[in-house]
RNA sequence: GGACAGGUGGCUGAGCGGUUGAAAGCACCGGUCUCGAAAACCGGCAUACCGGCAACGGUAUCGAGAGUUCGAAUCUCUCCCUGUCCGCCA
């Protein structure tokens, strides 16, 4: 959520900004609503509490001449009337404000000035790590020899949930077990971040902090006798750990980690990827969160995306790290790197991960906030975060990668010691 | 799920429906005293928004929301949370 002065103050930095996202045409009838409405939010604001400030001299009075024994019922009645322009006025006010923050709800994120304009073809690699087996012949897809191996078990997994929902088995649902230490060790012991374990479920304060409610009720799986929500990631949960609360000097900056499995109807997504563990609607993940200051956060998300990296590096996946452009960055992000592994036995690059520097757009949203020194005012941080990494398509690509020859499965050397073998066969 | 008891400023804790933004204490900041410190004393000390160059003025906020009233921290209702006891349960 943005700041409501840009309206005031800032509208062709606003505008800008949506033109660099390439929806500058498309928003433009928003922004001049919201520039108009802020002025009419300001003015009925002042109208109303004039009228505030009278009414309160009128009671003031009445009790002054109640005390003195005097008479006040033409006072009261005076009241009164004031107490219905007020009641009116507050309506018409609270329409305004409301209107003017539906608005500002729907306004992307301003991105970062380094990022480039345009859509998802503006694009652009910036490294890749690793040699894909592109062009190998003779690469089983994952749940061919997911299947034969009897680590995975996707029929099973659709009678008993639905299709979308997997069963791992043996091997597999001890890998699942492994890398889930190996990712949260990784990040603890040599990146530094405190480990969090945190609940599936949330209520409606916590999803609209992170901004999936209101605009994204249907993409979640909802328990509505109780009006919870299961995540659709642990950003949700650990993002939203300091909501309502300000940070105190010494506090920042902090970084949490967190398994946990997400839930996502992909309502949308019908049909697309549909095979395997590509698209699924509960997958595990280990997330990255991060609270930083507003002067170090650009360099962070170059922390945390190597942090990511590490991951793959560590599980010999050959990846490419893509700078989104303007237009495919996330509605909440000021700059995100994707991480995309290559998966040779579908023949595709798979996002992995997604890093992102949010600048104060959830944090304003959220109200969390330090104190940079004793005394200070209270500032918004900066949130981040990223998978490092999200499970499923993880396993599809070491399935596929790690594929050898004679159909087995090798077991990389960072993970052997959570596995407890070096070969799936 | 049931029965009680509560939710007031950074903390503790007062608060008859009418100068209560809110007593008092602690903490914190400044000053006097002191070689310095402690103690003592004096003063200051919430946030947000609106208007104003500013000084300052105004409005709102006592868990959240709605209501009664000329006027609500104080009365009514709903909800949320915390504590204790009972029930149920991995």
Redesign the pocket.
């Known amino acids: 959520m943005h700041d409501?002065?840009l309206l005031?103050d800032q509208m062709a930095h606003l505008r800008e900004g949506m033109r660099r996202r390439g929806k500058l045409e498309e928003l433009t009838p928003l922004l001049d609503r919201a520039e108009a409405l802020e002025k009419e939010?300001?003015?009925s604001?002042?109208v109303?509490?004039?009228a505030?400030?009278?009414?309160?001299?009128?009671?003031?009075?009445?009790?002054?001449r109640?005390?003195a024994g005097e008479d006040?019922d033409a006072?009261?009645?005076?009241?009164?009337a004031?107490?219905e322009r007020?009641?009116a006025l507050e309506t018409r006010r609270?329409a305004v404000e409301s209107e003017v923050s539906d608005i500002l709800l729907q306004l992307p994120n301003l991105t970062l000035e380094e990022v480039t304009e345009g859509g998802e073809e503006a694009n652009r690699v910036v490294r890749t790590w690793g040699t894909t087996r592109e062009g190998d012949v003779g690469i089983a897809p994952h749940w061919e020899v997911g299947e034969r191996l009897g680590v995975l078990d996707l029929p099973r997994g659709a009678k008993i949930a639905g299709s979308g929902f997997i069963v791992y088995r043996g091997g597999g649902a001890r890998l699942v077990r492994a890398l889930m230490n190996f990712m949260l060790d990784l990040h603890v012991e040599e990146h530094g971040y405190e480990e969090l374990w945190v609940p599936l479920l949330v209520?409606r304060a916590t999803l609209t902090g992170t901004g999936q409610l209101p605009k994204f009720e249907e993409d979640m799986y909802a328990v509505p006798s109780d009006d919870l929500f299961l995540i659709p990631t642990a950003e949700v949960p650990v993002t939203n750990l300091y909501r309502d609360e300000i940070l105190e000097p010494g506090d920042m900056p902090r970084a949490f980690v967190a398994f946990s499995a997400c839930f996502r109807r992909e309502a949308g997504s019908a049909g697309k990827d549909t095979r395997g563990l590509l698209r699924v609607h509960e997958f595990d993940k280990v997330e990255l969160v991060r609270y930083a200051t507003p002067e170090t956060s650009r360099a962070e998300l170059e922390l945390l995306t190597s942090h990511a990296e590490t991951v793959l590096q560590r599980l010999e996946l050959p990846y490419r790290v893509l700078q989104l452009a303007a237009g495919d960055t996330g509605f909440s992000s000021a700059m995100t790197y994707d991480l995309e592994v290559f998966a040779p036995g579908v023949g595709k690059w798979l996002e992995v991960s997604s890093c992102s520097v949010f600048t104060d757009f959830q944090a304003r949203r959220a109200n969390i906030r330090y104190r940079a020194a004793?005394?200070e005012?209270?500032r918004f941080v900066h949130t981040l975060n990223g998978s490092a990494l999200a499970f499923s398509r993880i396993i599809a690509a070491l399935l596929e990668q790690h594929q050898q020859p004679d159909g087995s499965v090798r077991v990389p050397a960072a993970l052997q010691p959570y596995l407890g073998r070096d070969t799936l066969r």
């Open positions: 409501i002065r005031r939010r300001r003015d604001i002042r109303a509490e004039e505030q400030a009278e009414r309160n001299r009128i009671s003031q009075d009445v009790a002054k109640r005390r006040a006072l009261m009645a005076e009241g009164r004031i107490g007020i009641a609270q209520n004793t005394g005012k209270p």
